[in-house]
């Protein structure tokens, strides 16, 4: 691979604008928490700033709308914030989707049975590659112990 620093290999991968994202993000977070009405503010989540747009998501379609029909007025105050020229825009995605960290209760997978097991184990001794047909075998073995 080399001798690259991490840091030149992580910067080559990330998105132009990284740096306004991670330095602008919070911020704006806290002002549309702070300067929407309470029951709006807890639906809303910045997902991210680019050179042309900044992209709120809404959790419900009802408040996308509430925030379009507002938007000149949250641009205006995000312009005199933040010094901000892009534009405003809405999504709407469920709060599934933009709270990562919610904590709702999921049922464990099931396990797999020693019959598929046994297919799988059957259908990499066909398989001519070989770090293929380790890879299978691996996951075989590794589905028999857990």
Request: glycine share 2%.
């Given at each position: 691979?080399g001798?690259k620093?991490?840091?030149?290999?992580?910067?080559?991968?990330?998105?132009?604008?990284?740096?306004?994202?991670?330095?602008?993000?919070?911020?704006?977070?806290?002002?549309?928490?702070?300067?929407?009405?309470?029951?709006?503010?807890?639906?809303?989540?910045?997902?991210?700033?680019?050179?042309?747009?900044?992209?709120?998501?809404?959790?419900?379609?009802?408040?996308?709308?509430?925030?379009?029909?507002?938007?000149?007025?949250?641009?205006q105050?995000?312009?005199?914030?933040?010094?901000?020229e892009?534009?405003?825009?809405?999504?709407?995605?469920?709060?599934?989707?933009?709270?990562?960290?919610?904590?709702?209760?999921?049922?464990?997978p099931?396990?797999?049975?020693?019959?598929?097991?046994?297919?799988?184990?059957r259908?990499a001794?066909?398989?001519?590659?070989e770090?293929?047909?380790a890879?299978?075998?691996?996951?075989?073995?590794?589905?028999?112990?857990?």
């Amino acid at each position: 691979m080399g001798s690259k620093p991490i840091s030149r290999l992580c910067q080559s991968v990330l998105p132009p604008g990284f740096e306004q994202v991670t330095r602008l993000g919070p911020g704006i977070q806290r002002f549309l928490e702070q300067n929407l009405p309470q029951t709006v503010n807890q639906s809303v989540t910045l997902l991210t700033i680019n050179q042309d747009e900044i992209v709120v998501a809404a959790n419900s379609p009802l408040v996308a709308n509430y925030l379009r029909l507002h938007s000149k007025e949250i641009e205006q105050q995000l312009r005199e914030t933040f010094k901000l020229e892009q534009a405003l825009k809405f999504r709407t995605l469920p709060d599934s989707l933009l709270k990562l960290d919610n904590n709702e209760h999921r049922p464990h997978p099931e396990q797999v049975s020693v019959e598929s097991i046994e297919a799988i184990r059957r259908s990499a001794e066909w398989i001519e590659d070989e770090e293929l047909k380790a890879a299978m075998l691996s996951l075989a073995e590794s589905l028999k112990n857990e």
